[in-house]
């Protein structure tokens, strides 16, 4: 599922990145969720293959074994390490696109590389959650990794130790203790596609330091506005979301300038595994 390569950073760190799909096609690049890798794309292989699309998948610092880059924010992975991975690839123009925490990331790389980027997706993605009000409409899991990890730092890295531990030994089990937080239509997925599942929560937690970097950085100031994006972006929300409030897709859609919302009223967060193929297709359409 996907093949790993990696290169050397200007600074000596290393990223990891998959690719999915057909290697000559349209680019897309994704940004990875929380609590999981680059691999969280990996179902969408036969999508992208049948839509002549290549998809580029990096996993962040920290995560896998790509190197960790303490204090790392959403922005500055855009303009840095994705600018030089697009560019090491050559890769001139690209669209993008993030489910759940990525869809922050997704949309920090249309801020910052509008010449590049073609259009955006945010799949169940979130507000800034630097504001308070917002953060508090964060599910309760959410909330307390990402305060662990601000002020518990070592607690936190025991749970994700603990969360890849499980998921290495028993991926049934650990797709059913996570199916236990979410609405019965996410559950269903998650325990069908349960190797898939805990291989990307065994690789988003290799590094327990990283993830850790990474939670920290979910409720961090983004270092822009949502009014400040310029490129075409399609937002895609379920309305049985538990993980990310629906509501939060349509407040996106009318603060930002060009943007377009498709929802799913019946399905939830996991519409990044129900509805990739149409949102790759959507990507790689013309605007």
Not at 27 to 41: A, I, K, P, T
Not at 63 to 88: M, P, Y
């Amino acid at each position: 599922m996907g093949v790993a390569e990696e290169i050397t950073l200007a600074d000596g760190r290393r990223m990891v990145y998959y690719r999915f799909g057909d290697a000559g096609g349209e680019v897309v690049v994704n940004c990875h969720g929380g609590l999981v890798s680059g691999l969280d794309v990996g179902l969408s292989d036969a999508a992208a293959r049948a839509s002549g699309i290549s998809i580029i998948s990096p996993n962040r610092p920290g995560i896998g074994r790509s190197s960790r880059k303490a204090g790392h924010g959403i922005l500055n992975w855009a303009q840095t390490d994705l600018v030089e991975l697009v560019d090491r690839l050559e890769i001139e123009r690209f669209t993008v696109m993030g489910w759940s925490e990525g869809g922050q990331y997704a949309l920090a790389a249309a801020y910052a590389l509008p010449s590049r980027v073609e259009r955006a997706a945010v799949i169940a993605g979130a507000l800034p959650l630097d504001d308070p009000q917002i953060f508090g409409e964060l599910n309760a899991t959410d909330r307390r990794l990402s305060s662990l990890s601000r002020r518990l730092p070592l607690l936190a890295r025991g749970y994700f130790v603990t969360s890849r531990m499980l998921a290495g030994a028993s991926p049934r089990v650990v797709a059913r203790v996570a199916a236990r937080t979410m609405t019965r239509v996410d559950a269903d997925i998650v325990e069908e596609n349960h190797e898939w599942f805990a291989q990307c929560v065994v690789d988003a937690a290799l590094d327990a330091a990283g993830a850790v970097d990474e939670y920290a950085a979910f409720v961090a100031p983004w270092g822009f506005e949502l009014e400040q994006i310029t490129v075409p972006v399609d937002i895609y929300q379920g309305g049985v979301d538990n993980l990310v409030p629906p509501s939060w897709a349509r407040t996106m859609v009318s603060r930002l300038p060009r943007a377009t919302l498709h929802e799913y009223p019946d399905e939830g967060h996991f519409i990044a595994v129900t509805r990739r193929a149409e949102v790759l297709r959507e990507l790689v359409a013309p605007v």
